[in-house]
């Protein structure tokens, strides 16, 4: 047994090579490719800041993402700790002394570029759950101590980005944690319970929100009722998806983008310029990329003999579908408006620091997907 260990961490660099997923490489470099392109048209066919920085950031993280997936997985549990605690001091930094953007005080100013922990913690919160319940019986799963410390350790970060303010990252930490909770094998009964908790304090809580996040609410159920203000960005989102019909209008054909009538067309509303130049079809051909993605993770999950790489993989792909899923639900205003990046596709380098980050674990699960951690 210790011989066999031995030769699992002693991998060859070539049968490393070797070993790397590379269907999930293609997908992420065809959306990449893609994202630089449409990148390229928010800045009106020319190679602006927008574009420039966004290649630049794909192409050194891609990079790095290849460089750190030759680590064993064994450190990424190893650090899965200390990883988050590292993150939880910038969150405290970024909320009292960061960088202050459209009345949020979220970022960190590394010279290079501001950095957003908050991104950092939807991966540092998979890591946490995925090294604490790896040894754990379902019994254990469910004890009052196993209970407590991860809500805790959910709850911490919650706040803090809550604080700065940012309503959506909050609630997409919060997903990705319960989310694992929920692989990890939490009783049912607690979700249940939550879900009507919620459900009976939501008028409550509605009275603590920011009055621009009250605005979104109210412009989810009626977005006519101030087509020029706060409803103005989800109506020519849905004008833009629908003018884009089977085929699209083209690259750098599509009006509402390409004559600025869509507002943060290169952030969270991406999809909607994507749409409307490339239509029904190119949209379709996109989610499936998307949905292949997802998959060969779930699969390198299945296949992984340790339970932390199967719980980060399992989560981490739950992690992408729900970023998915919540973007392009918010652009077709399906959703309150609540800033949630889609993954790859939208302009932020932290955005696709974190995604990177975690393909890189997901490439260690496959390569050491038969190495199992004591």
């Known amino acids: 047994m210790f011989q066999q260990t031995q030769s699992i961490d002693n991998i060859s660099f070539f049968k490393k090579i070797s070993s790397l997923d590379y269907t999930l490489i293609i997908c992420i470099l065809t959306i990449g490719i893609i994202s630089c392109f449409a990148m390229y048209s928010t800045d009106g066919g020319e190679l602006l800041y927008h574009s420039k920085s966004h290649i630049i950031r794909f192409v050194v993280f891609f990079i790095m993402m290849i460089v750190l997936s030759f680590l064993n997985i064994k450190f ?41 922990p908050s991104e950092l913690m939807k991966i540092a919160i998979i890591i946490f759950f995925a090294k604490f319940y790896h040894r754990s019986q379902i019994n254990d799963v469910n004890s009052f101590k196993n209970i407590l410390i991860p809500i805790t350790v959910l709850i911490l970060p919650i706040l803090l980005v809550l604080s700065q303010p940012d309503l959506g990252t909050s609630i997409l930490i919060a997903l990705s944690g319960l989310v694992v909770l929920w692989l990890a094998g939490l009783n049912i009964k607690y979700f249940i319970y939550s879900f009507l908790t919620l459900i009976i304090s939501t008028p409550f809580a509605i009275a603590f929100l920011k009055p621009y996040q009250k605005l979104r609410v109210l412009t989810f159920f009626d977005p006519d009722k101030d087509p020029l203000g706060a409803g103005y960005q989800i109506i020519q989102s849905k004008i833009a998806v629908g003018s884009g019909g089977l085929t699209g209008k083209g690259f750098l054909k599509g009006t509402q983008s390409y004559l600025d009538f869509l507002p943060e067309k290169h952030t969270d509303f991406i999809f909607t310029l994507f749409s409307e130049e490339y239509g029904f079809i190119g949209s379709v051909i996109l989610l499936l990329i998307y949905a292949i993605i997802i998959f060969r993770i779930l699969r390198i999950g299945a296949l992984s003999r340790s339970f932390f790489s199967k719980l980060f993989c399992y989560g981490f792909a739950s992690s992408i579908f729900i970023y998915i899923s919540v973007n392009m639900s918010m652009v077709l205003g399906l959703v309150p408006i609540v800033g949630s990046p889609l993954p790859i596709m939208s302009y932020g380098g932290s955005s696709m620091l974190s995604i990177m980050i975690g393909f890189s674990i997901v490439m260690s699960a496959k390569i050491y997907q038969r190495q199992l951690i004591s």
């Open 76 to 116: 990424w549990h190893s650090v899965g700790y200390l990883f988050y605690i590292i993150i939880l001091l910038l969150l405290f930094w970024a909320s009292f002394y960061g960088v202050t953007a459209s009345g949020s005080q979220r970022w960190i100013n590394l010279y290079i570029f501001n950095l957003q």
